[in-house]
């Protein structure tokens, strides 16, 4: 990978500055350039002085680019502004921001959705047809166990079942339907399950029209950053409390953000990640209490994830919506 080049969405905070960091301080396996983007210049000029500060990397190894996932405009020439030749695609940004689980845009769908999903998608889809991505390139989206449940944070609530007869009024009517659950955490896990859901199963459509790819969905894990400020009480203040972040982190219901970055460098540049997964795959931890722990296919857990129907009604939804926005610009 030592000439390869690539790119990270997001990478100005979290999981992808963590991932930065440690792709800037690996000897081997180094990349020639890694392009992050951001919302502003001045968040990403800050993040790229502050990974060269905590590594000796080359000057010239970080590069930016502007993005904003709730414009489809700015995803669109986004991709237009990429160089030609990238072999790694890390569909990282975006929050799961508890306000934008409810708010809607214009066109009806939640915020999440349209950042999450719509923008995600509409950098897939034109990276795939401008050809930039070479040939054998990896591509991944950022999922979460939370779309196969985690006990430990939804207060046991069994797996969640992916309805199909409700894909195509998505937005609207979330497909998946769960149970138990406490405290408000249900509907909040009910938000995010359906919309990252959404994009996995996209992303495994396009792993199967585009055999010459790696492509994958994989979750970095529960990481504690700033993600949860959007979140509620007493979620909020139990994971940013010290006591209770050690205690959630000793139960293996989240790790510490060295060790999600870690898995994206595995997916990213690791030999053996490509041959332990076949593209097409919904990769994240394998335990159902915690976050945390060895990857695994997810598949085993939520037989949906391997459904080829719900991929395609996932992927025909989106590129409807896709189309609906970019008509519009
Ligand atoms: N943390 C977890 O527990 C966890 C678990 C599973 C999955 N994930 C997924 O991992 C990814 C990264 O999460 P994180 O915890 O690292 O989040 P984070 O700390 O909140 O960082 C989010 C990154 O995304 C960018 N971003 C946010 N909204 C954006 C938008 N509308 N358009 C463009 N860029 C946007 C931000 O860049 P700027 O602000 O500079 O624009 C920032 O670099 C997310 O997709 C998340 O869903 C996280």
Redesign the pocket.
Known sequence: MSNKVAVI??????????TCVQLASLEESRFKKIY?????SS??EK?IKSIREKTSCPEDMFGFLT?????PK?CADFVENLPDSIDVMV???????LKSLQEKTETGVTKNFH??CI?TAIIAENLLSSGKLNKGGRMF??????QRSVWLFTGFQPFPVWDKSKTAIYPSTPPTSIFGGVMGVRSMIAG?QNY?TFMSLYMSKLARENPDYYIYSV???????????TWGQPLKFLVKFAPTRALFIALGA?HK?DK?GKRYVEAMSGPSFTENFKSGTIV?GKGVFG?AGKLSDCTKQRKEFGDFEAQDLAAEVLREEMKKVLDAV
């Open positions: 969405t997001g990478g100005t905070a979290g999981v992808g500055f963590e992050i983007t951001s919302r502003s968040g990403a993040a993005l904003d996932l709730s414009s700015s569909l990282n940004a975006g929050s799961i921001s950042a999450g923008g989206y950022a999922a979460g166990e939370v995010m990252k979750s970095p894990g529960g990481t504690i950053t700033g993600l949860y400020d989240v953000v999600a994240m976050t």
